[in-house]
């Protein structure tokens, strides 16, 4: 079965930066199963595996743009201490979720500790990362009714609601 829209796709994946660093990979755990067409992956990701079969490997090189984004130095805030408060152990590299004035959440990560700032970086962390996907494909079969009304896979490798 080739893989298009409303094809639940199992794949493995190795994730490494322009430097050739590991980032992330499938091979150590299980394979990532994912709903195709439905912007569970990154769009360009998504886009060089629509037409791959079953059992198809491939190379995927992708800039910022086509993965989590260019890097905004404008995401980057200095919040006082104070506001913190309350928050133990608090300490580099720490996530938290954060809240917009339209009450909307996102999540910032702590990137500096001063005395009275902390400064927090509300980019993803592969912002401006360029990334190289080695991809195989497992398995594709068609989604339930279910899933896709979720826009998301059930199921081993998926959401359980
Ligand atoms: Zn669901």
């Not at 829209?5 to 493995?12: F, G």
């Not at 150590?28 to 067409?37: A, D, K, Q, R």
């Not at 912007?39 to 079953?54: H, K, Q, Y």
């Not at 912002?127 to 080695?134: I, K, N, Q, R, S």
């Amino acid at each position: 079965m080739i893989i298009q829209n409303d094809k639940v796709v199992t794949m493995h994946y190795h994730l490494t930066n322009a430097d050739g660093e590991v980032l992330d990979s499938s091979r150590e755990s299980e394979p990532l199963t994912y709903l195709h067409g439905a912007g569970n992956i990154v769009p360009g990701l998504e886009r060089a595996l629509t037409s791959l079969d079953v059992g198809a490997t491939t190379t995927v090189q992708l800039s910022p743009s086509e993965a989590y984004g260019e890097y905004n130095a404008d995401m980057i805030q200095h919040v006082p201490r104070k506001e913190f408060d309350g928050i133990d152990g608090l300490e580099v590299g720490m996530q938290l979720q954060a809240r917009d004035p339209n009450g909307q959440t996102f999540v910032v990560f702590i990137t500096e500790l001063r005395d009275d700032v902390v400064v927090v970086d509300a980019n993803h962390p592969l912002a401006g990362v360029h990334l190289t996907f080695d991809i195989e494909i497992v398995d594709v079969r068609d989604a339930t009714a279910e899933e896709l009304s979720h826009g998301h896979v059930h199921g081993p490798g998926g959401h359980h609601d």
